[in-house]
């Protein structure tokens, strides 16, 4: 087993292709799938848990989690497709069922639902079949299946009714089925044909009701089956519309209807792009649904059981791409709301995810609402480049988005990041983490990593770089530009060095600890270390059958390990392969190795993670871990061996931590600080400083305003306390004042109460006496007696009735003091509770002092931060257009310095040709009158010619006295002939040790042909074009030698020529005086025609130069490769042909005496000085021959001295005057007789002799 094992730590980017690809766990939990995994993302706390995917997949292909949120279903796809469902109330989300399609062939299950109860699975297959499965999912029972759609129509969502789990809604292209299972079979309920319409989504909004979105932008709703009303998804529908399509006659009728509509609708709005319905959520007050690219509608229900268009909801424009339309670009691929109800997360095509609160201040002002990132923003494109630095916990990234991120993998957050115009290839960040390089489709460019800002600072002719990388010091770098490795300066950005060598693209480079090496691999299977000091090839390994991929070095810089194309892990030392670790098939596409040098990373074509202990296993010994879903494209580790980073095409950068078996984290070597500087221009320093300077002045003015408000507050809150006091003590007086006055009317009638009484008591015994008196006196004592008891009765009932009063009063007495008291202590405690309320009420208004200068300090805080965010994004926006104005200004500046130099460069281009006009002007004056002095000497000699016609005539007739006179010739030449053949013998002794030396010649070619074959013989070609230059420049001082001697003769032919025109009128004279003037000047010899031997001459020359230099300007270019190889060879054989040479002239000095020799006897055997001369001519008209043979041998033996294949010579030869022979002096090869020619030709003849 390996020494150290992995574990998800984090995992930043968002699967696309994967339907319904996020739900709520709980109200801060989401799910979604990130790579070949589901992430559980807390949004509060940012913490990230993993459920990793089956091994052997091909990839997730749907999601789907239960109403009750305890399970979820993820489908992937394969051989065979299966769906996993995972119980998420474990700790570890352990499987619970894998379900398949049983012996039916599924290759994937497109999209899935869970029943309401969370008993029922539904999975829908994929083409062709689109095959529709209902499991009892527990129990693992496969309770129907049936057939939803045909091969062209694909089915895009399925769900089961919420309330029912019998009854399941499948929509498609064109496709709106209801199905219920009844006696274990799936039976379609509703029959509609809606084949213009291609369902994207749908959601149940009750028991019977269904609204369901389409790709032409319209809301459809749907009630037991049968199409009720639609509207479009941009306009509000309102009700009369509703109940007018409500009350159609039939389902068939209404939905013509609708369609018509809809298709006037679209006739009207040809021209006009309809949003596309992708995404539907339901909630309590309505429901959610795209509306387009970028935009959500919320729809609220209204009281008539129909929906109104709210708000709508935007994905705002990043500031930080380049590209205004990406935010409109957008489309939402899921909707999903929290359980609460609080949070609506969407996620797009573009792999981002999005939030906005729904009870957020921006929706209840009714202002414009924008989504914000849930995290940040992710790539959404395969990511190119990986690369980390030493002094921060940085990590770089780059993407063919157009984009380059900054992350730190310590916290998991985006530190930085930029969009660009062009696709960025490779990244390289620097040891210090303040430096980026970036490789362009056009360029490498050095970026510096500012406080909030990545800015180009300088850039580097190297197009599509793919690979780019710093040294461990910082101080080099190096870029690969096709299959050229440049390495450059980091300090005064040189290029010190071309790596050249590879025959394919480089794919691979990295540096050894001490930067003192580089190692590289590429696509023509060959590994190469190179040294850095001197740019030597110092060890090389080739296999011709393998293209790789990447490779790694060992700490220790004595090992490499490269992966490729063959499927193996190769492990190569010392110029050769040592081991090869085979993959089992599967393409290792980047690889590794930690710093301690203890284990191998290796990344694959599947987007697996491989950890391979070191030294290399023999058999299969390794762990694989799901990481990616989409082949591995860069991997690093970080200095300090705790993370693992990889990147993949899926867009995703997956941190891994590295540990140790047991599980603990791997010790570190060192303690690693991390340095918390960052860069920040002087402008950008200067203006925040400008600005806290502003800032800091403002909020003074607003203290000291605020200060004022505070008193003036204060102030009023005083008086106002002080009316209040006064009033209260005013209220209090009057009242005591009224129970004063009260008090007394009590007192007065208490005292007219009582004297009410005694006057009745009075009285009442006044009467009883009276009474008793008249009862005396009186005589009927009986009757009044009876009348007394009447009036005892009486007067007890009136005692009772005086008492019952008296109780009666003093009752209201005492109701009346109670009364009176309470009344009292009611108005005393209603003016003290007044009075209470009044302080409280003080107290309130205190505490709300207090709590407005809170609020106000609170509101000053928040002020302060508003203007410091507003500022920020003042600041941001300014910069930003400031940016663009710079950027605008160096690229005009540019243009404009091109534009000068184009100028500079026409202007001198214009210059130059008007000095060439005036000098072709000039030339054409010289020339004109160079051709009328022309047509002077012209008109002149053809008066000289017709003079000289008719002498010409006279001298004709002398022609057949000189052919006889050359037939007496040719007998001598005969006689000749014959001496020089026995000459001839004489020298075939030479000639044979010249063939000796010919052969010997030959072997010696054979020899070198041997050692040096081609490259010997160009370089010798190039030595005899060279001594050729030589003997020509000779032959040419010679020819101009012989050139002035002619001109000397000519001259003194024209003085002779003049001296016999004096006797043109003594006819006798002139003919001695022409006569002696032929015999002085003129010899015989073959006569060509002078014309054309000279153009055939000039025609040889020029072909013969136009050759030679061709022939030098390619051996020139050989002879750097070849001339180290072969110096000692050329050395010795140079040597042997100088002897030759050597002998060569030696034998030439022996022949000229033989031609000596051969002129003697021909002066001995001459009867006359004529054949002397002759004889001597036509032994000179043989040299030639002998130097031409001469040239030959040299040329066999290469003649290093060098001689001319063909000596351009000029003769003058002056030929003898016979009586019926005129010969005339010619400038050719050899001497040459010109026969029946006329005194025109001679004149012409002499006239180029003359210029010559």
Request: aromatic share 8%; hydrophobic share 35%.
């Amino acid at each position: 087993m390996s020494s150290a094992e992995l574990q998800s730590h984090f995992i930043v980017g968002l699967r696309r292709d994967v339907t319904n690809n996020l739900c709520f766990f709980e109200e801060q939990i989401i799910i979604f799938p990130a790579g070949n995994n589901c992430v559980f993302y807390n949004i509060l706390q940012k913490w990230q848990r993993f459920i990793p995917g089956t091994e052997k997949s091909q990839g997730m292909r749907a999601l789907a989690i239960s109403p009750n949120c305890r399970y979820l279903a993820v489908s992937e796809r394969g051989e065979k497709g299966t769906i996993t469902v995972h119980d998420l109330q474990h700790e570890h989300s352990k499987k619970r069922k894998v379900l398949s399609g049983g012996e039916t062939p599924v290759k994937e299950f497109v999209c899935m639902a869970f029943s309401s109860d969370s008993k029922y699975l539904i999975g829908q297959s994929g083409a062709p079949d689109w095959t529709l499965f209902y499991w009892m999912w527990e129990k693992h029972k496969l309770m129907a299946t049936v057939k939803t759609s045909g091969i062209t129509n694909p089915v895009n969502q399925v769900s089961f009714n919420p309330q029912d789990n019998t009854q399941i809604c499948v929509i498609g292209n064109g496709i709106f089925k209801i199905f219920r299972y009844t006696e274990g079979v799936l039976k379609q309920s509703n029959f509609l044909k809606l084949e213009t319409h291609n369902f994207l989504s749908h959601v149940w909004m009750s028991q019977e009701r269904v609204i369901a979105g389409t790709e032409a932008g319209r809301l459809t709703v749907f009630e037991s089956g049968e199409l009720r009303w639609e509207m479009s998804v941009t306009s509000n529908i309102t009700t009369q519309e509703a109940q007018r399509i409500s009350k159609a006659e039939t389902v068939h009728r209404r939905f013509n209807v609708s369609t018509e509509r809809k298709k006037q609708d679209d006739a009207a709005t040809a021209s006009s792009h309809l949003p596309r319905v992708t995404a539907i959520a339901a909630y309590s007050k309505g429901f959610a649904c795209s509306a387009g690219p970028g935009i959500v509608c919320l729809f609220e229900k209204t009281e008539k059981d129909s929906y109104r268009k709210g708000r709508e909801i935007q994905i705002p424009q990043d500031e930080c791409i380049n590209e205004s339309s990406q935010a409109e670009q957008q489309e939402i691929n899921t909707l999903c709301i929290s359980p609460c109800e609080e949070t609506l997360v969407v996620t797009t095509d573009f792999g981002q995810l999005y939030s906005i609160t729904l009870s957020s201040a921006e929706m209840s002002k009714g202002e414009q609402a924008h989504f914000e990132f849930l995290s940040h923003s992710f790539h959404s494109g395969v990511i190119t480049g990986l690369s980390v630095c030493i002094r921060k916990p940085l990590v770089a990234t780059c993407s063919l988005d157009h984009s380059v991120r900054i992350w730190n993998y310590d916290t998991n957050t985006l530190e930085l990041y930029k969009g660009f115009q062009e696709e960025a290839y490779s990244i390289a960040l620097h040891p210090s983490g303040l430096f980026v390089l970036v490789g362009f489709a056009d360029k490498l460019r050095w970026m510096n990593l500012l406080i909030d800002d990545i800015r180009t600072f300088k850039e580097f002719t190297v197009r599509g770089c793919r690979e780019c990388v710093f040294s461990h010091g910082g101080h080099l770098f190096a870029a690969v530009n096709g299959n050229i490795i440049q390495i450059y300066s980091s300090t005064t950005f040189e290029n010190t060095l071309n790596l050249k060598g590879h025959n394919g693209k480089v794919r691979g480079i990295v540096w050894s600890m001490d930067d003192s090496r580089l190692v590289s691999c590429g696509m023509d299977g060959a590994v190469y270390e190179w040294n850095t000091l001197n740019g030597k090839r110092e060890s090389e390994s080739v296999l011709k059958s393998c293209s790789y991929n990447s490779v790694t070095m060992s700490p220790d810089g004595k090992t490499f390990f490269s992966v490729g194309t063959d499927c193996t892990v190769k492990e190569i030392q010392d110029y050769q392969i040592l081991r090869e670790l085979p993959a089992e098939g599967v393409v290792c596409t980047t690889i590794t190795m930690s710093r301690s040098g203890r284990v191998l990373f290796a990344g694959t074509s599947i987007g697996t993670i491989r950890v391979i202990k070191y030294p290399l296993p023999i058999v299969k010994n390794w762990i694989e871990y799901q990481a990616h879903a989409a082949p591995v494209t860069k991997m690093v580790i970080t200095c300090d061996d705790q993370y693992l980073l990889t990147v993949s095409e899926d867009c995703c950068l997956f941190i891994w931590k590295i540990i140790e078996k047991e599980g603990r984290v791997l010790r570190r070597d060192k303690e690693v600080y991390y340095t918390e500087e960052v860069l920040i221009t002087k402008y950008d320093l200067e203006e925040k400083n400008q600005m806290m300077l502003e800032l800091k002045t403002k909020v003074e003015e607003l203290k000291i305003q605020n200060e004022y408000q505070l008193r003036l507050t204060d102030m009023n809150y005083s008086d106002k306390i002080k009316e209040l006091t006064e009033k209260f003590i005013q209220e209090i007086d009057s009242l005591k004042a009224k129970n004063q006055a009260l008090q007394t009317k009590k007192e007065e009638e208490e005292v007219s109460h009582q004297q009410v009484m005694m006057e009745l008591m009075e009285r009442h015994s006044k009467e009883k006496q009276d009474l008793g008196i008249s009862f005396s006196q009186n005589s009927w004592l009986c009757c009044c007696s009876q009348k007394l008891m009447l009036e005892y009765e009486k007067y007890d009932e009136l005692q009772l009735k005086s008492q019952s009063m008296q109780e009666d009063y003093e009752q209201q007495l005492q109701n009346m003091e109670q009364s009176k008291r309470q009344a009292l202590e009611e108005l005393t405690l209603h003016y003290e509770t007044k009075l209470q309320e009044k302080v409280f009420t003080l107290g309130q208004c205190q505490e709300e002092s207090r709590q407005q200068v809170r609020e106000f300090e609170e509101c000053k805080k928040q002020m302060e931060e508003d203007g410091e965010r507003e500022i920020q994004d003042i600041r941001i926006k300014y910069e930003r257009k400031l940016r663009e104005e710079k950027e605008a200004n160096l690229r005009l500046k540019g243009e404009t310095g091109v534009m000068r130099k184009k100028f500079s460069s026409l202007q001198k281009e214009i210059d130059e040709k008007n000095m060439e006009i005036e000098t072709m002007k000039a030339e054409q004056q010289k020339l004109q009158r160079v051709i009328k002095s022309l047509e002077k000497d012209i008109q002149g000699l053809k008066k000289e010619i017709q003079e000289r016609d008719e002498t010409i005539q006279d001298k004709e007739k002398r022609i057949y006295d000189l052919k006889k006179k050359n037939q007496e010739l040719e007998k001598f030449k005969f006689v000749l002939d014959y001496k020089i053949k026995e000459l001839r013998k004489q020298i075939e002794p030479r000639e044979n040790d010249i063939r000796e030396l010919k052969e010997q010649t030959q072997e010696m070619e054979g020899e070198l042909e041997q050692f040096q074959k081609r490259n010997t013989q160009l370089e010798l070609n190039i030595t005899d074009l060279k001594l050729r230059l030589k003997a020509v420049e000779k032959e040419k001082h010679r020819e101009m030698q012989r050139v002035r001697d002619i001109e000397a003769v000519v001259r003194k032919f024209k003085t002779d020529l003049h001296n016999c025109v004096g006797f043109i009128q003594e006819p006798k004279k002139l003919k001695d005086s022409i006569c002696e003037l032929y015999s002085r000047y003129i010899q015989q010899s073959d006569v060509v025609d002078i014309a054309g031997v000279e153009v055939e001459i000039q025609s040889e020359y020029n072909r013969q130069r136009d050759q030679l230099e061709r022939n030098l300007a390619s051996l020139k270019k050989k002879l750097a490769k070849d001339s180290e190889v072969y110096r000692a060879n050329n050395i010795r054989i140079m040597k042997e042909n100088v002897s030759l040479i050597k002998e060569i002239n030696d034998l030439r000095q022996e022949l000229r005496l033989v031609r000596s020799q051969v002129q003697e006897y021909e002066s001995q055997g001459s009867s006359g000085r004529r054949i002397r001369k002759q004889s001597l001519f036509e032994v000179k008209a043989s040299e030639p021959h002998v130097r031409q043979h001469g040239s030959a041998q040299g040329q066999r033996l290469q003649r290093p001295t060098g001689f001319p294949r063909q000596t351009r010579r000029r003769t003058f030869c002056l030929v003898t005057l016979c009586s019926s022979h005129i010969l005339i002096p010619c400038v050719t090869n050899s001497s040459v007789i010109f026969k029946n020619t006329d005194i025109l030709q001679f004149l012409y003849v002499l006239l180029i002799a003359f210029s010559c």
